[in-house]
């Protein structure tokens, strides 16, 4: 008589975040996706360029803002005998090495090792054909919505500046509060804009809250300025 194959047993498929980094690892790049894809507002919105777009001059001094997944981490010493480190930076599009010279890797080393999003401040330097950025600033990624939003401005259309929606736009304002100011900006019928200062209304910007704005009163309603 034939032998009946054994069923196989249905087994949990790994969380997101695990089987990416699975792929990573085993493969050395994602196949299912990015860890990145969620937050891909926020890198467009708070860096300078994607890692794909590297200016073409890193002979020229400037400050940008880039973001992205660190990854292989080297710690060294200097002939001074002070700690540096290198590291790779990928975002969505591409990647670039960092260099984190002894002042900075002495303030920042902790974040080094975290396995979450980081933004880092710098200057691109190295060859045209092999940029670098040398770090002068690193924050977590998340932190980018309150520490680089210098100022949040609201748009609303005046057909839509009804009283429920105005006070549910006080609600969620006044559940975060903070150190931003808040403009808001009305759109006349005539095309004509008023812009009104809410001076009671600091807030402590994040993701969730111009989520929360934008289902309020229609996408792209909230509008961070940046620093």
Known sequence: APTATPALAELEEWPEEQRLAGEKELLGFYVTGHPLREHARTLE???SFRLDQVPVDPGRRRDVWVGGLLSGLRVQNT?????????????????????????TYAKFSALLQ?????????????????????????????DAWTRRTSRLSIVVAARDAGGERLASLRRVLDLVPG???????????SGAEAVFELPSHKVRVTQELVQDLDQILGTGAARCRVA
Do not use: Y
């Open 179 to 189: 150190p931003v100011p808040v403009q808001l900006e009305l759109r006349l019928e």
């Open 45 to 47: 919105l708070f860096t």
């Open 79 to 103: 002939k001074k005998g002070d700690l540096m480190a290198r590291a790779g930076l990928e975002d969505l599009g591409g990647s670039i090495d960092i260099v984190f010279f002894p002042k």
């Open 114 to 142: 975290s396995e979450s999003p980081v933004l880092i401040k710098g200057n691109v330097a190295g060859e045209p054909t092999r940029p670098e950025l040398h770090a002068d600033e690193i924050m977590p990624l998340l």
